[in-house]
């Protein structure tokens, strides 16, 4: 695959030389897309696209990869991929091809790649095809250029299109800078994020499959598989069965007697992406919502929506989108009923809910929770090639909500699911979400995300003084092993009166340990305190951004980071990462708008500098 753009310029496909006005590469998409069109036409597979479809066919073990990371010559491979299978489907689709054939191609396309099994093809194919077909035939502007400069955005696959450029108005006034005194009372919040309970999980079933997630049922057809999926969960790409999450929320409950505020920042669906329904995934999040109601009884949880909630994943309508089919109202219902009857939400928060899944509310004067549902700016948000400018509002909306608070004398915590900073946020949600962060920062006392999986941080740094840090969001990590990960969840300790965060504990389990003993409760235990294990004497701006340049210049301090940031997993510890592999987790951390490396390169003259 990795010679494609050779094998398109120089074997079955000639480039034309000398005053051309096509490049190699767009010339490639468009010999392709032609073979596509043909085979559909004629039924009948020439050897030259034989050819090209072998030469281009991923390897197995490439399946699980981020795509959107790639660089270089797999970039490209990747880039003529998507250019010319969407170009093909827009073409198929404009010429009035049946949608049965449409979805036969790319399924069997899907399939000769080797991008999936066909099962996995099949059923992604099914499901994102209302959606997809919806978007072609209601915006006749769209072509392969602004889908692949949304999906692969950090390759340069495509100059960005200008349908993704677009901006909010911030007030340009000095902030009102808000003075409060520490309290001698703490505030103790529970965040448990990223649950992806699956309910096909099947305990000494198949922990080594060729689909997405394993651990199902129905995938060991043969019995013969030498991974076997663990009781309390795996780390080879499973979720978690049922029992497993009640554990732990339990454990939560009887370790801790006193919380006083729980954040569940999203996820409750697996990861088995090919095969979800609306049926399925309402009664997943009713089971676990009840479940956390039952346990936690009138402790205030105030949830937010993840990516895998909706069907099909990752989809997030506008607002004025009505067919049923294709919304997304049917989500956004079942959680403001279920979150307002419970008593977490009041009943002021259903519009904004309703309207794009987020919301606001003050549990206590002089405090404030701000909910988003960033979701809406993950690059698989096929709605985002239809409408991309600022979903259903929400940005306009946390600024203004910001500025209200701000006038208010309000501190805040801002709940989300994605973090910021994220390679899979659109570059320009990202961009205007700090710029947002930048102007409130001294009003947001906390960030709260998940999604990553992995125990994490990131620092947003101000946007004119590299060297100032001005916010802090926080990484909840998961319940879910999924992927080389042990479970966990974290609690932190706040001050009662400025909502600042004093310290974070992080609880988890070794799963390879709970798994040896199936017939006891896996032992939780307090994996560390960050003041402890970073030597800090406060969780203040000053003090991270002290330890992040300690970081940089190459204190042991990034190896304890490294080794939290997977939770202890042995199979990701027992990867090498030498010095430029700790290196990256600083720009990792820095990295608060997908578009912007400047904070990234900063750090690395740090560490060149040393």
Not at 183 to 209: F, M, R, V, W
Not at 286 to 295: A, L, R, S, T
Not at 510 to 529: C, G, H, Q, V
Request: one cysteine or more; charged letters at 20%.
């Amino acid at each position: 695959m990795y010679g494609i753009l050779l094998f398109l310029t120089f074997g079955s496909i000639i480039v034309p030389q000398h005053g051309a006005n096509i490049s190699a590469s767009e010339f490639a998409v468009t010999t392709l897309t032609n073979e596509i069109f043909e085979w559909v036409k004629n039924g009948v597979m020439s050897q030259k696209f034989t050819n090209i479809i072998g030469d281009l066919a991923i390897p197995t073990e490439m399946q699980r990869i981020d795509w959107t990371k790639l660089s270089g010559s797999k970039a490209s491979a990747f880039c003529i991929i998507c250019k010319s299978l969407t170009k093909a489907i827009i073409n198929l689709r404009r010429t009035g091809t049946p949608v049965e054939v449409i979805q036969q191609t790319v399924i069997n396309l899907c399939t000769r790649l080797n991008l999936q099994t066909e099962p996995v093809c099949r059923g992604v194919v099914n499901l994102n095809t209302p959606v997809v077909l919806y978007i072609i035939d209601n915006d006749v502007t769209i072509n392969e250029h602004d889908v692949c400069g949304l999906l692969l955005q950090d390759q340069m696959c495509v100059s960005s299109p200008l349908r993704y450029e677009w901006t909010i108005n911030i007030n340009t006034e000095p902030p009102k800078l808000i003075t409060k005194q520490p309290s001698q009372k703490s505030l103790k919040i529970l965040q448990i994020t990223d649950l992806h309970y699956d309910p096909l999980y099947e305990p000494g079933g198949n922990a080594g499959c060729d689909e997405p997630t394993c651990c199902r049922r129905g995938q060991n057809k043969t019995g013969g598989n030498t991974l076997k999926a663990g009781y309390w969960g795996d780390f080879n790409n499973c979720d978690v069965p049922w029992h497993a999450v009640v554990d732990a929320l339990d454990h939560m409950k009887e370790q801790h007697q006193n919380i006083d505020l729980i954040y569940f920042t999203g996820d409750v669906i697996d990861h088995g992406v090919w095969e979800t329904s609306r049926e399925g995934n309402t009664k997943s999040l009713v089971k676990n919502f009840n479940k956390m109601k039952d346990i936690f009884g009138d402790t205030q949880i105030y949830p937010i929506v993840g990516n895998h909630e909706p069907n099909p994943v990752n989809l997030f309508a506008p607002n004025d989108i009505k067919d049923d089919q294709l919304s997304t109202r049917w989500l956004y219902q079942l959680l403001a009923d279920l979150w307002i009857n419970y008593g977490w939400l009041p009943e002021s928060t259903r519009e904004t809910i309703l309207r794009g899944g987020y919301y606001t509310l003050s549990p206590q004067e002089g405090f404030r929770i701000i909910a988003i549902n960033n979701n809406v700016c993950y690059v698989y948000n096929w709605w985002l090639i239809y409408k991309p400018n600022d979903p259903s509002g929400q940005l306009q909306w946390l600024e203004n909500t910001l500025l209200k608070a701000e006038n208010d004398n309000e501190s805040v915590h801002i709940l989300g699911h994605i973090p910021s900073g994220d390679s899979t946020c659109q570059h320009t949600w990202s961009r205007e979400y700090r710029r947002i962060i930048n102007r409130y920062s001294h009003i947001i006392t906390a960030q709260f995300n998940g999604h990553t999986h992995n125990d994490e941080f990131n620092v947003f740094y101000d946007l004119n003084d590299k060297t100032k840090l001005i916010n802090v969001a926080w990484n909840g990590g998961s319940i879910t092993p999924y992927a080389y990960l042990n479970p966990n969840y974290k609690i932190y300790i706040a001050d009662s009166n400025t909502y600042v965060v004093e310290d974070i504990e992080t609880w988890m389990y070794n799963l390879t340990n709970a798994n040896e003993t199936p017939e006891k409760r896996p032992l939780w235990f307090n994996s560390y305190s960050f003041k402890n294990e970073y030597k800090l004497s406060d969780l203040s701006n000053e003090s991270l951004n002290k330890i992040i340049v300690d970081m940089a210049k190459g204190s042991p301090i990034l190896e304890v980071y490294h080794k939290n940031f997977f939770k202890h997993a042995a199979p990701e510890l027992e990867k090498e990462c030498d010095k430029p592999c700790l290196q990256s987790y600083v720009c990792r951390i820095v990295t608060t708008s997908s578009d912007n490396m400047n904070d990234c390169e900063y750090f690395k003259t740090i560490n060149s500098s040393t």
